[in-house]
């Protein structure tokens, strides 16, 4: 061999051992590497670990919740809410929702792990092209994970800790239940959490009702719920909404057919600022109730709100309030302060169906039909005349009304009639359907003063009351409620019955908080109260109430105080009870005319008159104790002569003996 071959070969000999060397030296460094960076990445994950939240409340999802109420028909009338949020089951959804927003979202949520890797790929190359971080590739259950457990900077720290809580999420809990807790999370902008709220938002219906438009309008919303809103921008709201649809024809939900039909579909978008409810007043007085009662349940609950409202009765009431008081603002030309006014109706359940407590919710949401506190003036005599009934007295019964004065410490008090006439001996009948003053207050003095305030406070009047004869004026001041519901006494054969404003109230897992039932109790003889009808029927027939004939079988009584300061009628039909109120906050008159006569009783007779269902067929039944005999009109004599002054008065049957025995005297 030559010398030059064998040095070849002895060169590539020696070298040989060197170069395996250097592959084993590369092998061990890089299994270093691997080990060093194994042991950073567990080292990493674990300090990550450390900081992730717990997962297990996810289990027992039960977030802030908006109060939903009702009216009677389940029609929604008002809500309450810290977070605006409506719980709802997949059961309660359209089927096609939750398959939208899988469209849009996270195509391949059923079978991925919690984290998509190539939606993470798909990000991490479009933001190294567009130099930014404009995708994130998350998938429902890692924004369920950001929305409900982390921050929400972007950082890729909490993109990890999203990563592994979305992980752990999906091997805890399951996919039916992650989309759910995901459909009522997600914020979808005008403060609105979730589909069930974002339904109401945007399109005022339940979330139940909507069509294929509009779910895929509202499944574009979670991308930039601000950029795509359909109230703000309706352009770049039907773009994304194209985009759903395309994406729900490419995944079999519906056929290219159903998503250029639901593109082209009309959207009836409720206006952010358009809200006008006509039950503020009711609502606000249901809202203080639960927030006394349950306290913050009222707002983070979830509650369902089941009242009395009558919503059609609501607006008629709402309307004719409204339509009077601008009609008498302008005719007494008061542009600095027009009229307030107030308008209550119960039925005869006990239902309180409509309530007005002013002239705008707006500009004031002082309710004075059951906050405010008036003087009812001769709207309280019934109550006097009802204790005298009770005492024994008749409709017949005679009191004089002549000049009288009473001393006291503050002088002398010379009370008169509201024309300033006296009318010598007057009925009771007489006395009450032309509101004689000095007729109320010596009645008042005969059947005394504790008689008549312990009956008052029977018939549910809760007021401060003056334990003196200018009670017998309506001196002292109650709210309309109370005394609208007292008059119900009258109608219900003298039974009392607190009025009812709400049905039922639930909570969100369906369980009855309270659930209010009419309930009575005898507070008067029914043979009294059916008097009391009976004169207070002459009060709009033949009295001061005239300007409300025309309601069949209705009865009722005026009231108007000093200075025509506060006008008032209240009356009731056997169905329905109904009392207005019309005066200023700041006590100033309503001038001539404003009377509860001329100003309160017309108001009373349009609102009636439209109470269309509360009409009554038939009227007041005479209850057993009770017989009818003709007296003269004016005398109130058993012994008439002239029948065309005969009038067939209703007398107690135990009582007749004693009235007959007096009136041959």
């Known amino acids: 061999m030559p010398a030059t071959s064998r040095k070849k070969i002895s060169k590539r000999c020696s070298s040989q051992p060197w170069r395996w060397n250097h592959i084993h030296l ?74 939208a927003f899988i469209a849009a979202e996270d195509a391949r949520f059923y079978s991925h792990p919690g984290v998509d890797g190539w939606s993470i790929l798909r990000a991490l190359v479009h933001n190294i092209r567009s130099g930014g971080r404009g995708q994130g590739g998350s998938t429902i259950t890692q924004q369920v994970a950001r929305a409900l457990l982390l921050s929400p900077e972007k950082t890729y720290s909490r993109k990890l800790k999203e990563a592994i809580l979305a992980y752990r999420m999906d091997k805890a809990l399951g996919k039916n239940e992650i989309l759910h807790i995901y459909l009522n999370q997600i914020y979808l902008g005008e403060r609105s959490y979730g589909v069930g709220a974002a339904a109401m938002t945007y399109f005022h219906k339940p979330v139940a009702k909507l069509n294929l438009a509009e779910i895929s309008i509202l499944a574009g919303l979670p991308q930039a719920p601000s950029s795509y809103s359909p109230l703000a921008h309706f352009h770049k709201a039907k773009i994304r909404q194209a985009y759903v649809l395309n994406r729900m024809a490419e995944d079999g939900y519906i056929t290219d057919q159903e ?33 006394k009662r349950y306290g913050d349940l009222l707002t983070t609950g979830g509650l369902r709100v089941y009242t009395s409202l009558d919503s059609n009765l ?223 029927q002459g009060v709009i027939k033949d009295g001061t109430g005239h300007l409300a004939r025309g309601i069949p079988y209705a009865a009722g009584k005026t009231g108007t105080t000093n200075h025509n300061m506060d006008a008032w009628f209240i009356g009731f039909t056997p169905r329905l009870c109904a009392g207005v109120w019309v005066g200023h906050d700041r006590y100033k008159s309503l001038g001539p005319g404003g009377t509860g006569g001329r100003t309160a009783a017309p108001i009373w007779h349009d609102f009636m008159k ?40 209703a007398f107690k049957k135990k009582n007749m003996a004693a009235w007959q025995h007096r009136d041959r005297q």
């Open 26 to 99: 590369s092998v061990f460094l890089l299994a270093i590497c691997l080990l060093l960076s194994a042991l950073i990445t567990v080292s990493l994950y674990a300090l990550i670990a450390l900081h992730i939240p717990d997962i297990s409340s996810l289990s027992r999802y039960n977030p802030p919740a908006t109060t939903i109420i009702f009216d009677k028909d389940g029609r929604e009338i008002g809500s309450a809410y810290l977070i605006n949020r409506r719980l709802k089951t997949l059961k309660e959804l359209p089927p096609l929702l939750p398959k």
């Open 259 to 291: 998503a250029r039909k639901a593109f082209a579909a009309p959207l009836s978008l409720r206006p952010a600022n358009n809200q006008r409810v006509k039950a503020a007043y009711f609502v606000q007085d249901i809202k203080n109730y639960i927030k």
């Open 314 to 536: 609501q607006n008629e009431a709402v309307t004719t309030l409204r339509r009077s008081l601008n009609q008498l603002t302008i005719r007494q030309n008061m542009s600095s302060a027009p009229l307030q006014g107030a308008l209550i109706a119960i039925d005869n359940r006990g239902m309180v169906r409509a309530l007005v407590g002013g002239n705008n919710f707006q500009a004031s949401q002082f309710d004075r039909a059951t906050q405010a506190r008036r003087q009812p003036g001769s709207a309280f005599k019934p109550i006097i005349y009802a204790a005298a009934l009770e005492a024994g007295f008749a409709p017949n019964s005679i009191i004089d009304d002549a000049p009288v004065e009473y001393k006291d410490k503050n002088g002398i008090w010379r009370p008169k009639n509201f024309s300033g006439r006296f009318f010598g001996p007057t009925t009771l009948r007489n006395g009450l359907i032309h509101s004689r003053n000095i007729v109320a207050i010596k009645l008042l003095q005969e059947v005394g003063m504790k008689r008549t305030i312990r009956l008052a406070r029977s018939m549910g009047i809760k007021s401060p009351l003056k334990a003196n004869l200018s009670l017998a004026l309506g001196s002292s001041a109650v709210s309309l409620m109370e005394l609208t519901n007292a008059y119900r006494v009258f109608a219900q054969a003298g039974k009392f019955q607190p009025p009812i404003f709400i049905s039922k109230i639930i909570d969100r897992h369906g369980n009855i908080l309270e659930q209010n039932h009419p309930r009575s109790r005898q507070v008067m003889s029914p043979e009294t109260a059916f008097q009391m009808v009976k004169l207070m």
């Open 610 to 649: 439209k109470a269309v269902g509360y009409g009554s067929t038939a009227d007041f039944k005479a209850p057993s104790g009770i017989t009818f005999i003709p007296v003269d009109r004016q005398t109130g004599n058993f012994e008439y002569l002239d029948p065309n002054h005969a009038l067939w008065e």
